[in-house]
Every structure is written in structure tokens, then in C-alpha cells.
T-cell receptor, first 112, second 115 residues
Framework: DAGITQSPRHKVTETGTPVTLRCHQT?????MYWYRQDPGHGLRLIHY???????DKGEVSDGYSVSRSKTEDFLLTLESATSSQTSVYFC???????????FGPGTRLLVL | AQKITQTQPGMFVQEKEAVTLDCTYD???????LFWYKQPSSGEMIFLIY??????QNATEGRYSLNFQKARKSANLVISASQLGDSAMYFC????????????FGTGTSLTVIP
């Protein structure tokens, strides 16, 4: 258990609406990550953070923004959700041997 | 080019038998890490095993071992004595560099253990 929670766990929204997903960790890890999982693609990195207010883009960052105002929380925002953003979103931290990434339980997002 | 390739979309294994899940990778870095994750039907991603590029011995964790063949750029997961609870999706992943932030994932292999 990496002490990561994600909220909400499930969300249904409509195209064009803003959506914010929250990742919360309790172990004071510096690095946090947002991935999306889609069939046929595995997991792909959206954005990551290497400290409070320090973030960088991953390979599929278009249409997403992130914020980290305190160590324990990393927010992912879809400014105007589209159907192509229907996915399962995972938050992760890294720790231990090999800089292993450990994942939260995921958020299922459906954009209608 | 794909960084991680998993060529077996689905695999079946008899309970108590061993099974090998294939993974090949592509990187020009000398330092990298290879990882396997399990995703049961409940959806969570569970870390199984890690192999560093400089590790000379194959990694083992209980019934899981990683067959690391550096020259062939392969990192196959071997599960011994399969159990019904091993039925899940399995993902191979790679981290480039000593402290790279992006993990590259394969598309996964669905393993079904038959009683």
C-alpha cells in the first residue's frame, strides 16, 4: 500500500465541462505522476510533478493541466472534457529500489 | 518505435504449471530499469518485480522471476506454480536512465489460469 488515494473513483460528465481529479498521498513523496490507461495503449504519462509548484509534461499532455500547491495533493484538470478523454486515470508516486512507481486505485472517467 | 513490446495478447496456463510472459524493450540508454505489474479485474496496478540494467543476476520475488537477457533486450516474467489468483493482465514497463520519470508500458498480456 503506497498510501495513495484518488477521488472521485468514478465520474460521468458531459463534453465541454471542466473536470478535476485529485490524487492524495500520505507519505511525503516528492514525485507524483498522472497516467491514463486505454485499451491497446497500456499506461501513458500525462504530467508529473517533482515538487510543490514544479510540474512537467508527459507524452500525452494535450488537453490536460495539473497543479500541486502542497506536497500531498496533485490535481489533474480537464479544462473542457472531450470524449477522447474517456479513460482510466492513475496517479503514482515513486520510491524504493529502481525508483519503482506505485499506483493509486484509479479513477474511471466517462465523457458523454 | 515501441519502447516496450508484449507480443502475447492472451495466454492460458494450467494451475500449478509455470508460465512465461514475453517482453522486449528498446532503448539506447545504458542505465534503465525494467518492471512488471499485475492488474487484476478489480483494476488496481500491483508492482511485482524490478530488474536494473546493471544487475547481473535475474530478479526473483517469491513465485515471480524475471528472465533478463540484455543482449536480446528481453525481460520475460516467469510465474512458477500458477494459481487461480494469478489470472490478470500483466504489464511490462521500462524506466530510461537512472532516475527517469517516465515509465513506458507495454500493451499487456492477459493471463488465464485454468483449474
Amino acid at each position: 500500500d503506497a498510501g495513495i488515494t484518488q477521488s472521485p473513483r468514478h465520474k460521468v460528465t458531459e463534453t465541454g465541462t471542466p473536470v478535476t481529479l485529485r490524487c492524495h498521498q500520505t507519505e511525503n513523496h516528492r514525485y507524483m505522476y498522472w497516467y491514463r490507461q486505454d485499451p491497446g495503449h497500456g499506461l501513458r504519462l500525462i504530467h508529473y510533478s517533482y515538487g510543490v509548484k514544479d510540474t512537467d509534461k508527459g507524452e500525452v499532455s494535450d488537453g490536460y493541466s495539473v497543479s500541486r500547491s502542497k506536497t500531498e495533493d496533485f490535481l489533474l484538470t480537464l479544462e473542457s472534457a472531450t470524449s477522447s478523454q474517456t479513460s482510466v486515470y492513475f496517479c503514482a508516486i515513486k520510491r524504493g529500489e529502481g525508483e519503482t512507481q506505485y499506483f493509486g486505485p484509479g479513477t474511471r472517467l466517462l465523457v458523454l | 518505435a515501441q519502447k516496450i513490446t508484449q507480443t502475447q495478447p492472451g495466454m492460458f496456463v494450467q494451475e500449478k504449471e509455470a508460465v512465461t510472459l514475453d517482453c522486449t524493450y528498446d532503448t539506447s540508454d545504458q542505465s534503465y530499469g525494467l518492471f512488471w505489474y499485475k492488474q487484476p479485474s478489480s483494476g488496481e496496478m500491483i508492482f511485482l518485480i524490478y530488474q536494473g540494467s546493471y544487475d547481473e543476476q535475474n530478479a526473483t520475488e517469491g513465485r515471480y522471476s524475471l528472465n533478463f537477457q540484455k543482449a536480446r533486450k528481453s525481460a520475460n516474467l516467469v510465474i512458477s506454480a500458477s494459481q487461480l489468483g494469478d489470472s490478470a493482465m500483466y504489464f511490462c514497463a521500462m524506466r530510461e536512465g537512472l532516475r527517469g520519470n517516465q515509465f513506458y508500458f507495454g500493451t499487456g498480456t492477459s493471463l488465464t489460469v485454468i483449474p
